[in-house]
């Protein structure tokens, strides 16, 4: 099992900027981001499978929000611009060494997961 290791959270005002890092401890072929606030369930933000262009988001940060992945395979980038209220949580890193097949949304597809870290954006 992958060990992941999120860092770059942090409290910002609506409208800046922050930018979340994920190390992987081995190679990756999916990765993706999550969030989560106290009562509600974990939420997809960003998905990518490593090595390829071709990422996925959840359609209230699409525009706002880019989700990369450097080609080592093992770390992945999530910048979030524009950020609002509503974006503040605990976003998790989440990995599988599954190349397709992924339903990116669903926390149960990924086998690991980082211990997150706290974005909170204030009004």
């Known amino acids: 099992q992958l060990q992941l290791v999120e860092s770059g959270g942090g409290s910002v005002q609506a409208g800046g900027s922050l930018s979340l890092s994920c190390t992987a401890s081995?190679?990756?072929?999916?990765m993706a981001w999550f969030r989560q606030t106290p009562g509600k369930e974990r939420e997809a933000v960003a998905f990518?499978?490593?090595?390829?262009?071709?990422?996925f988001y959840a359609d209230s940060v699409k525009g706002r929000f880019t989700i990369s992945d450097l080609t080592d395979k093992k770390t992945l980038v999530l910048q979030m611009n524009d950020l609002k209220p509503q974006d503040t949580g605990m976003y998790y890193c989440?990995?599988?060494?599954?190349?397709?097949?992924?339903?990116?949304?669903?926390?149960?597809?990924?086998?690991?997961w980082g211990r997150g870290t706290q974005v909170t954006v204030s009004s």
């Open positions: 989440a990995a599988d060494t599954r190349r397709r097949g992924i339903n990116w949304r669903l926390p149960r597809s990924y086998s690991s």
């Open positions: 081995g190679d990756t072929y999916c």
């Open positions: 990518i499978y490593t090595g390829t262009d071709m990422p």
